[in-house]
């Protein structure tokens, strides 16, 4: 083949690598595409970069609905569970529903700001309830989505079972209590003149056993099997840091004692 005749076959040739290559690009999504977050959680940003500003939050298995592409892959997408819009990188998302890992609840337990026991509580949390799992640390904690309410906070592990048979199989925990004032009068009736089985101690341990509608609680401590009632509202379902005030009663004033007279003289 002459060297003339080549240069008419590279405007073909040229041709043919631009097809390959569009064929090989992959194509974008169309806006108004249902997608579904694959990350345990991400957040939606008000520009298509890491560093802009946070304007809500996703978790695993939320549905969006992809509004529009911009650079880099970033897509503005909107929250099918809140209605926010926001942008977030597209390789996150996958048509395909993606499940979240959902958790249940074995007994009474506090979802907390931070991974430790003294942190403030974000609501109380019962048997039965469902979380989902975002994450986990070393400590044994791990961070959860309340389903019903959406706080996110932290649970101990050992709070938590995966399926409802575990669940069942599980009896729940006692209901125990804690003294919040410094010395409280265990007593043998729900009344305030009745006598004193024993004198309990600020943060001392015990076991719910009933209630009445006076507010007097029946309990049993459980370090020296001693069982009794006190006053509900001097209990509390952690311990405490300081002793609660109590409430003292004010004694009523005496009457002035009628003023002695002489006797007459007759």
């Not at 977050?37 to 996703?58: I, K, P, S």
């Not at 969006?64 to 099918?80: A, I, P």
């Not at 977030?88 to 499940?99: K, Q, R």
């Not at 399926?163 to 599980?170: D, G, H």
Request: some cysteine; glycine content about 8%; hydrophobic content about 40%.
């Amino acid at each position: 083949m002459k060297p003339q005749e080549v240069w008419r076959f590279i405007p073909l040739l040229i041709l043919l690598l631009s097809l390959a290559f569009a064929c090989a690009a992959p194509t974008p999504p169309s806006p108004g595409g249902k997608y579904y977050l694959t990350a345990a959680m991400t957040y939606l940003r008000d520009a298509a970069a890491y560093d802009a500003n946070l304007v809500g939050l996703l978790y695993k298995g939320d549905q969006v609905e992809q509004l529009e592409t911009g650079r880099s892959g970033w897509w503005r997408v909107r929250s099918g569970r809140t209605g926010q819009t926001g942008w977030v990188a597209g390789e996150l998302f996958d048509p395909t529903p993606a499940p979240a890992p959902l958790y249940y609840v074995i007994g009474p337990v506090k979802l907390r700001e931070c991974p430790q026991e003294t942190c403030p509580a974000l609501q109380q949390l019962f048997r039965g309830d469902q979380v989902q799992k975002i994450e986990a640390n070393e400590q044994g904690w791990w961070r959860v989505l309340a389903v019903e309410s959406r706080n996110l906070g932290w649970l101990p592990a050992p709070a938590l079972v995966e399926t409802l048979e575990e669940l069942k199989a599980r009896p729940p925990e006692k209901p125990y209590l804690y003294v919040a004032v410094r010395r409280l009068q265990l007593r043998r009736e729900p009344q305030s003149g009745a006598e004193v089985v024993k004198l309990l101690q600020v943060n001392d341990q015990v076991e719910k056993l009933a209630e009445n509608q006076s507010g007097w609680v029946q309990v049993r401590q459980p370090a020296g099997g001693a069982t009794g009632w006190v006053w509900g509202r001097y209990l509390e379902t952690l311990p405490v840091r300081h002793p609660r005030p109590e409430r003292r009663k004010i004694p009523r004033p005496r009457p002035p004692a009628p003023a002695e007279t002489e006797p007459e003289i007759m």
